[in-house]
Antibody, heavy 119, light 108 residues
């Protein structure tokens, strides 16, 4: 069965970086893309960006351009999301989600990773 | 950027009631509109894709309709386990996605 398993919770200081992993199993990793979505406490869902696991192409949300980098390691079927220059308003649960190459929806999601930014 | 306006932001209904949520796009998005359910502390779950297609395993009381700029999500008979927040999501051919603001559904 398809599973996306994310790394554990992180606590970071303002200005630091965080790298969250998302390990996929149960499907051919390079046949899909991965999107990252975050949710601040008590708030809605915010799309952060997408990466193709096939060729590494990316597209990031404009508000995060320059601070976020998404990568994949096809040898381990793992996607990564790195966010730099962390601020308190980056405190959120971060989710990875699978998206097909010819479909437009997120059919499987990771369990979420809480990133807390606090001095 | 395409903006999504979802309404209402919250609603309260009785078990068995018909519940309707709307989502409006700022420009024509064809049928590139999905609906998700999120329960507290859990990841979102896909319910409806491409405006009107029911994801496998999702109860038939959930449905979606619309195209272009106006979309509707319906629960035909609200059940206690449907208490959640529902989000619409549009797809732009970049690829990029935008979520609606969410609708919190409660039992009256």
């Amino acid at each position: 069965q398809v599973q996306l398993v994310q790394s554990g919770a992180e606590v970071k200081k303002p200005g630091a970086s965080v790298k969250v992993s998302c390990k996929a199993s149960g499907y051919t990793f390079t046949s899909y893309g991965i999107s990252w979505v975050r949710q601040a406490p008590g708030q809605g869902l915010e799309w952060m960006g997408w990466i193709s696991a096939y060729n590494g192409n990316t597209n990031y949300a404009q508000k995060l351009q320059g601070r976020v980098t998404m990568t994949t390691d096809t040898s381990t079927s793992t996607a990564y999301m790195e966010l730099r220059s962390l601020r308190s308003d980056d405190t959120a649960v971060y989710y990875c989600a699978r998206v097909g190459t010819v479909t437009t929806y997120f059919d499987y999601w990771g369990q979420g990773t809480l990133v807390t930014v606090s001095s | 950027d395409i903006q999504m306006t979802q309404s209402p932001s919250s609603l309260s209904a009785s078990v068995g009631d018909r519940v309707t949520i709307t989502c409006q796009a700022s420009q024509d998005i064809s049928n590139y509109l999905n609906w998700y359910q999120q329960k507290p502390g859990k990841a979102p779950k896909l319910l409806i894709y491409d405006a009107s297609n029911l994801e496998t395993g999702v109860p038939s009381r959930f449905s979606g309709s619309g195209s272009g700029t106006d979309f509707t999500f319906t629960i035909s008979s609200l059940q206690p386990e449907d208490i959640a927040t529902y989000y619409c999501q549009q797809y732009d051919n970049l690829p990029s996605w935008t979520f609606g603001q969410g609708t919190k559904v409660e039992i009256k």
